[in-house]
């Protein structure tokens, strides 16, 4: 598709829940990212896929958390048991993952857990 | 460690003044450096990047960035607020800079701008 692709882009679920967010990046970019951004705080990085190499998964917060990239393209990230400060908006970027090329962002998913 | 530091969490300016949002960095390679703006409820755009060029980029929507080496700055300015540039905006460092073709975003915790009419 043209951009990076978020779906839902609401999520509402009750504390203990297990949620999956996914994310579509542009066609042809190699490199897939997460990151989450809380109320009043900046982007914190989640987990990076470059390719086929093994994911850099050195911002996930807890064993909660976990990430996969399918055929190189779509990722979906779950976390599970969610708890009341997992709630954030969860946001997916994409880049063809060379030189200094920046990185195209989706609109993310807004999370609340209750 | 690589981090961003950008100075002041909210600033404020009227229309047609002159915009200024600061960010500094601190990296042990040549850094990759970027900012970004976020409008409500949107994802983040990419509003101009420094890598390793000129010092001087120019990116869209008016702004420009110099990244001075010697103060570890990549300060972001516009010369006359519009109502529009009203966002929240982030500065970030890709801490491999040069010496690696891919690599995550250290962010900084955003600055948002207010433009009086």
């Known amino acids: 598709g043209a951009g990076v692709s978020q779906s839902p882009s609401n999520k509402v679920t009750e504390k203990g829940k297990d949620v999956e967010l996914r994310c579509d990046p542009i066609?042809?970019?190699?490199?897939l990212y997460w990151y989450r951004q809380s109320l009043g705080q900046g982007l914190e990085f989640l987990i990076y896929?470059?390719?086929?190499?093994?994911?850099?998964k050195s911002g996930l917060p807890s064993d909660r958390f976990s990430a996969e990239r399918t055929g190189g393209s779509v990722s979906t990230l779950t976390i599970q048991r969610t708890q009341q400060e997992d709630s954030a908006v969860y946001l997916c970027?994409?880049?063809?993952?060379?030189?200094?090329?920046?990185?195209?962002f989706g609109s993310g998913t807004r999370l609340t857990v209750v | 460690a690589q981090s961003v530091t950008q100075l002041g969490s909210h600033v404020s300016v009227s229309e047609g003044a002159l915009v200024l949002l600061r960010c500094n960095y601190s990296?042990?390679?040549?850094?990759?450096l970027f900012w970004y703006v976020q409008y409500p409820n949107q994802g983040l755009q990419l509003l101009l990047k420094y890598t390793s060029a000129a010092t001087l980029v120019k990116g869209i929507n008016g702004f420009e960035a110099e990244f001075k080496k010697s103060e570890t700055s990549f300060h972001l300015t516009k010369p006359s607020a519009h109502m529009s540039d009203a966002a929240e905006y982030f500065c970030?460092?890709?801490?491999?800079?040069?010496?690696?073709?891919?690599?995550?975003?250290?962010f900084g915790q955003g600055t948002e701008l207010s433009v009086k009419p």
């Open positions: 896929f470059q390719g086929n190499s093994a994911p850099d």
């Open positions: 970030a460092v890709r801490p491999e800079g040069i010496y690696n073709q891919g690599g995550k975003l250290i």
């Open positions: 970027a994409s880049s063809p993952g060379t030189g200094g090329d920046g990185y195209t």
């Open positions: 066609s042809g970019h190699t490199a």
């Open positions: 990296s042990s390679v040549p850094p990759y």
